[in-house]
């Protein structure tokens, strides 16, 4: 039997739910199930499971796990975070309209501009940290749904879901929230009136840097048969070996989560008084209306931080970045975020490269922009690695 999920604390969830002992065998933990097909009795007669694409026992628990931790009564998985965003998208039609925040993953906008634009869903960015000023600038009768990252890749700003929700919902629009960097620990979209959640799992639910995939989560039973369609129909589907690999991944998402935060926070206090550093990102960090939307809606700020180096007119801001970079010993230069391991990146050449140049500088993406994904080793091995690169 397995227990009401409701009563359950996070991490008891993530344990627990969706993964009861094996029916077959006794085995604790969900078996890797490595089969394309199932076997049926007669015509028609099987025990819930026909073909590989279709369904899969282990990415079955994965997926009730998932929807368990974000309060969702329907997760949906895919091979990567993009096909999880592509799956949402395909629910629009030609002509339908979309807005988005302006401060999004290159990956997404990518999506929106060279895939769904020429297929007629035009999509608009605005500024979401003013709810009136979406809906007075952006919103058209064509628009459908709201597009929004909380808190955003890579200026760590973060957007109120609720007020933002209720407006969309004004004009029905449905309102989808990737909540990639907040992770279910620290923010749970659908509590605040999402439709849909996405996850990028190659990040913090995987949590390990070795797998690659995506959800989608919802409370509403007429999208989840949509997305359970397309998942079968597009067939960008998440592997079985991924789905166990993520469903080891989640048990310790709330430790993990824990000890990359309190890092984190000791990094931004690091930087936030270092000479050679002009500003700190991080989320609530910009001020009180910033401050007051993560203590609304989030148990934590959450470990993704960015920060912007000092100009210095004599040098090229590349230069300057790759030559601290190369005196890094722990922070390890890599694209992706949410392992175990630290990593820095710079948004303008790496994540945010698919932006055009002028769209990168509205936004605030600068050459002096880095990112850093804090991992969960030692925060004073951390403090010591930045300190000597910045010298
Ligand atoms: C916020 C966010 N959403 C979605 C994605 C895409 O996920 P994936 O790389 O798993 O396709 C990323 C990837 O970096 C991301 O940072």
Redesign the pocket.
């Known amino acids: 039997m397995q227990p009401e999920r409701e009563k359950l604390g996070f991490t008891t969830r993530a344990i627990h739910v969706g993964q009861p002992a094996d029916p077959a065998t006794g085995a604790t933990i969900v078996p890797l199930y490595l089969t394309s097909t199932y076997t049926q009795t007669g015509l028609g007669q099987h025990r819930g499971y026909e073909y590989g694409r279709a369904d899969n026992p282990t990415r079955r628990a994965l997926e009730a796990a998932l929807a368990a931790l974000e309060n969702g009564r329907h997760a949906v998985t895919f091979g990567?975070?993009?096909?999880?965003?592509d799956a949402v998208m395909r629910m629009l039609q030609p002509g339908d309209h979309v807005v988005a925040g302006e401060d999004?993953?290159g990956?997404?906008y990518r999506l929106f501009e060279q895939v769904y634009h020429q297929q007629g869903v035009l999509v608009d960015y605005v500024n979401l940290s003013d709810p009136d000023g979406v809906l007075s600038t952006a919103i058209r009768p064509q628009s459908r749904l709201l597009w929004l990252?909380t808190p955003t890749?890579p200026l760590l700003k973060v957007a109120d879901i609720k007020a933002l929700a209720a407006a969309a919902h004004r004009h029905d629009m449905w309102v989808a929230v990737?909540n990639?960097?907040a992770t279910p620990y620290l923010q749970n979209p659908l509590d605040f009136g999402a439709d849909v959640i996405?996850?990028?799992?190659?990040?913090y639910l995987g949590g390990h840097s070795d797998v690659?995939?995506?959800v989608v989560i919802t409370n509403d039973d007429a999208i989840a048969e949509r997305l359970k369609f397309l998942q079968n129909t597009v067939g960008s589907i998440l592997g079985a070996f991924e789905a166990w690999l993520i469903l080891r991944g989640i048990k310790t998402l709330g430790i993990r989560m824990e000890r990359h935060q309190k890092n984190a926070i000791a990094i931004r206090k690091f930087l936030e008084q270092h000479a050679a550093v002009e500003r700190v990102y991080y989320p609530g960090s910009a001020g009180p209306y910033q401050a007051s939307i993560v203590a609304r809606q989030m148990r934590g700020p959450g470990a993704m931080l960015s920060f912007e180096l000092r100009p210095n007119p004599e040098q090229d801001p590349i230069k300057r970045v790759e030559e601290m970079f190369s005196r890094l010993r722990l922070f390890a230069l890599a694209?992706?975020?949410g392992g175990v391991e630290s990593l820095v990146g710079h948004p303008a050449t790496m994540?945010h490269a698919s932006l055009p140049p002028q769209v990168r500088h509205d936004r605030g993406i600068s050459d002096h922009l880095i990112r850093l994904s804090v991992g969960i080793e030692e925060a004073d091995d951390l403090v010591r690695d930045l300190d000597e690169a910045l010298r």
């Open positions: 990567s975070g993009m096909a999880a965003i999004l993953y990956g997404a990252e890749n990737d990639t960097f996405v996850h990028s799992m190659t990040k690659l995939g995506g694209e992706s975020l994540s």
